[in-house]
């Protein structure tokens, strides 16, 4: 309570500003105002608005007319079916609005979304982790329609092959992050050699989820505010400064379940529930972070992991 107290003040004098900047308007361009005024927070009213402008989701929007609904109505896959629904009591079987008790219940959306994902990109089609994605997108724009296009921005260009077959970009990604340690935080990556753990053992839930689940809900809205804005690098800030403010405890541990349980405890308590600090962190602890440096380094990781897997 005393946090939310704190946190409804910020949330008002944003809520103030960004009025301000939205009057009158229906259609938003990236400017330097405005990526400032997203890495400080979206109210919630404005969100879809700028979700769709910022990640090209709009656009696709409004050039596929009709297209949505298309696909609902074509010849289901008996396969793709019983892959979505076998995932559709387990997505956020504690939020309201997924009981089957409540009215409307969002599970026929979800199921609508996810079917007409699976049909737009059937070499993704379906896999675990994106009914979360799809959840959490229907929460926040109440629109079967939006949400579809939404997750078209996430899967298709702000993260292309985390969710195909072979996950090669989320492969990629987390080996990546392992190489921007090794730089940055060569204390925690010599533990983690010294105890033998791979990255994707203690990051490929924080990087599949999006850190849905992980990080508390008001701490991933805005992570996901400047993920939609300024693109995947936003999730290497996350977990760089996760590591790079847990970075003690980390260097202390004595074996490979006592890293687990440390990067475990590192996505709960007052650094990560305190979502505006923490934010002004993710911009500050990791320095300066190019999408140049991370394209040079994944074409080197996703070299290695190819050749290792062939």
């Known amino acids: 309570e005393e946090l939310m107290s704190d946190y409804l003040v910020v949330l008002t004098r944003r809520s103030i500003k960004w009025s301000k900047l939205m009057k009158g308007k229906r259609k938003v361009q990236k400017n330097l105002t405005l990526k400032r005024y997203v890495r400080k927070g979206i109210p919630n009213e404005y969100r879809t ?11 696709q929007f409004e050039k596929n007319p009709g297209y949505y609904q298309s696909l609902l109505v074509a010849q289901h896959d ?18 309201i609005h997924f009981r089957k008790s409540s009215n ?16 737009h990109n059937p070499a993704v089609g379906y896999c675990q982790g994106m009914n979360f994605i799809a959840g959490y997108l229907l929460i926040i724009t109440k629109d079967e329609e939006k949400s579809f296009w939404l997750m078209d921005a996430l899967l298709g260009r702000i993260l292309p092959d985390y969710y195909s077959p072979h996950m090669l970009g989320l492969k990629t990604d ?3 992050l392992g190489e921007l340690v090794k730089v940055r935080i060569p204390g925690v990556w010599k533990t983690m050699m010294d ?9 490929s839930r924080w990087f599949i989820c999006l850190y849905i689940d992980i990080l508390p809900v008001e ?33 202390q541990a004595q074996s490979l379940p006592d890293v687990c349980q440390i990067f475990k405890q590192i996505t709960q308590g007052p650094f990560v529930d305190e979502c505006h600090t923490f934010m002004q962190k993710i911009f500050t602890e990791p320095r300066s972070l190019s999408m140049a440096t991370l394209t040079k ?3 080197i990781c996703r070299s290695r992991i190819v050749s290792e897997e062939s």
């Open 104 to 119: 409307p219940c969002l599970q026929e959306a979800l199921y609508n979304v996810l079917l007409a994902y699976g049909y």
């Open 78 to 95: 008996p396969k793709l079916v019983e892959t979505i629904c076998t995932d559709l009591n387990r997505t956020f079987p504690d939020n």
């Open 174 to 176: 987390q080996e990546v």
């Open 49 to 59: 608005l700028i979700w769709m402008a910022a990640s090209g989701a709009q656009d």
């Open 297 to 299: 380094l994944r074409v």
């Open 195 to 203: 105890q033998n753990v791979m990255w994707t053992l203690v990051v």
């Open 219 to 251: 701490t991933v809205l805005r992570i996901w505010d400047c993920l939609f804005y300024e693109g995947s690098k936003i999730l290497f800030r996350v977990a760089l400064t996760l590591i790079h403010h847990n970075q003690a405890s980390i260097e």
